[in-house]
C-alpha cells in the first residue's frame, strides 16, 4: 500500500468507528441513568465496589492483550507492504470465504502468536476465577463495608462478574486479530450490539421478579457470552490463524511473558491507583461517594471510548511502521493521532464541563454529591492521556521497554499514598481526583521525553505540530462559550430568555452549540496544516460524490 491508502484505510476506520461510538455514547449514558434508578445508589455502588475487587485480578489481562496486538501487528508489518516499501506478493484473500491469508512467513508466525495467546489466557481465566473466589470472597466479607442484608446478593454479583472476566480474557486473542487486521468496521458494529443488548438489559431488570442487584450481573454475563460467541464466529470465518488451538512455544512464550511482564509494571500500577481509592474512598467516606466515582467512570470512559476507537485505527499502523523502521511514516502517524485525539476529546468535553451541573440535573432523578466535581475532574485527566496514547503505543512497538514502564509505574503509584493521607487528613475526596490529574501530567511529560531519546520522536516538531495549536485551541476555545452561558443565566439575556424557555434548557443548548462552532473553527483555522486541510476535503468531496453516484 502507497502512504495515501494507508491514510484512506485509517480515515474510514475512523469515520465508522466515530459514528458507530456516537450511538454507544447516547445508549451508555441513558442506560446509566436508568440502572441507578432500578437499583438505587447503595447498590449501585455496591455493584461498582465488588467489580473493582474482581478488577483487581484482571490487571494481567491489560498487560497480555497489549502484548499479543503488538506482536500480532509486528508480525503483520514484518510480512506486508507500509509506505515506502514493497508489497507482499504472497498475501492474498481466499475466494468465496473472504478470508484474509497473510504471506506464507506471516501465517505461520501469527498463527504461534494466536496459540500461544490462546493458551495464556486460558490459564489467566482459571487463575483468577480460583483467585476470585478465594481471596477476593476474604476480602468482600471481611474489609470492606457491605449491609449484611445486601451481602447475599453481592456474593452473586462476585460470581457472575468473575464469569464475564473469564468470557472477556478468553475473548481477547480474538479481539487483537480483528484489530491487527485493521478490521475497525466489525469492532465497531459489534460494540454497538453490546450496547444495545445491555440496553435490553435494562428493561429486563426493571421486570425481574429476583433481587435487581443479582440479576443485573447475571444478565450482563450473558450478553458477554452472546458477544463472545458472534466475534469467534466471526474471527474464525475471516482470518485463517483463529482456530481454537492450545500452543506452547517456549521461545515466544518467552519474549511475550517479557513484554507482558513489562507491561504488567504500569497496568498493575494503574489499577492499584485506581481500585485503591475505590477501595479507600469506601474505608473513608459515605457509601455515595462511591455512587459518584462510578458515575464518573462511566461517564469519562463512554466519552474517552471514542478517543480509544479512534486510536484504534491508527495503533497497528504505528506498530508496523516501527517493524520497518519507517521513521519519517512513525512521525507523522504520532503527531496526527496526538492531536487528533485530543481535538475529538475536547470538542466533545469542553460542553459537557460548562454545562456539567445540569447536564447531571437532566440526566439523574437522583444526583449524588462530589458527582458534578469528580466527572469534570476525570475528564480532564483523559484530555492529558489522549495526547499520552500514540506516545506509549511508539515506545510498546520497539519491544523494549523494561526501563519505561519501570519509571512510568513509579510515577503512577506515588498517588496511592498521598490519596490515603488527603482522605485520612478529612480532606475533601475531589482533591484525590486533583492529584490523580496532576500526576499523570508528568506520566505524559516522561512519556514524550522518552519518545524523544529512544524513538527518535523529534519534540520541536511535536511541539510545532501538536503542543502549540492543542494550547492555542483549548485556550481559545472556552471564553465566548463560557460568556455565552453566563449572559443566559445571569447577565442581561436571562430575563429575556426566561419568558420564553427554561433558562437551564436555553444555556445548555446555546453553549454547547456556540462551543461546538467555536472549536471546529478553531480546530481548522490554527489546528490543521494545509496538507492535512486538503485531505480531508479530498475525503469529504469523494464520499459525496460516491453517494451522489
Partial sequence: MTELEHKRRIAKNTAALY?????????????????LDILGVDDFALYGIVGGIVTLFTFLQTALNASTQRFMSFELGRGTSLPGSPADANASTTPNTGQTKPSRGARTALERVFGTSLTLFTLLALV????????????????????????????????????????????????ASII???????????????????????????????????????????????????????????????????????????????FSGWTLCDSGAQLAVTQGRIFLLNIFTPLVTNAAMSIATQVSTAVYNFVIYFQSSFNPQITKASAQNNKSYLQDLVNQTSKFSYYMLFALTLPILLNMHDIMNIWLKEVPAYTVAFCSITLLYYLIESLSGPLWITTWATGTIRNYQIVVSLIRTTTLPITWLLLAKGIEPQWVLVVW??????????????????????????????????????????PLPLLTRWWLTNGTLACRVAETAPIQWAALVVSTLTSILVTGALIWTIGLKPTEKKHLKQAILSRLQRKKD
Fill in 180 to 258: 491487527s487486521h485493521e478490521k475497525m468496521s466489525f469492532y465497531a458494529w459489534i460494540s454497538i450490539a453490546d450496547v444495545l443488548l445491555k440496553l435490553g438489559v435494562v428493561f429486563l431488570l426493571s421486570a425481574s421478579p429476583v433481587d435487581k442487584l443479582a440479576s443485573y450481573a447475571g444478565l450482563l454475563f450473558a450478553v458477554s457470552l452472546v458477544i463472545f460467541a458472534i466475534t469467534i464466529a466471526y474471527s474464525r470465518r475471516t482470518f485463517t490463524i483463529c482456530r481454537f488451538q492450545f500452543v506452547w512455544d517456549k521461545p515466544l512464550l518467552k519474549q511475550m511473558a517479557s
Fill in 19 to 35: 459514528t458507530r461510538m456516537l450511538v454507544r455514547l447516547a445508549v451508555t449514558l441513558y442506560t446509566s441513568r436508568i440502572v
Fill in 128 to 175: 483468577i476465577t480460583i483467585l476470585g473466589l478465594t481471596v477476593g470472597l476474604w476480602f468482600l466479607n471481611n474489609k470492606l463495608v457491605i449491609p449484611p442484608d445486601r451481602l447475599h446478593a453481592v456474593h452473586w454479583v462476585l460470581l457472575f462478574t468473575l464469569l464475564t472476566t473469564c468470557v472477556n480474557l478468553i475473548q481477547t486473542p480474538y479481539n
Fill in 437 to 478: 490529574v496532576v500526576i499523570n501530567g508528568f506520566c505524559y511529560l516522561y512519556r514524550l521525553y522518552y519518545a524523544n531519546k529512544n524513538n527518535g520522536i523529534p519534540l520541536k516538531r511535536y511541539a510545532r505540530e501538536v503542543l502549540r495549536p492543542v494550547v492555542a485551541i483549548s485556550v481559545l476555545a472556552v
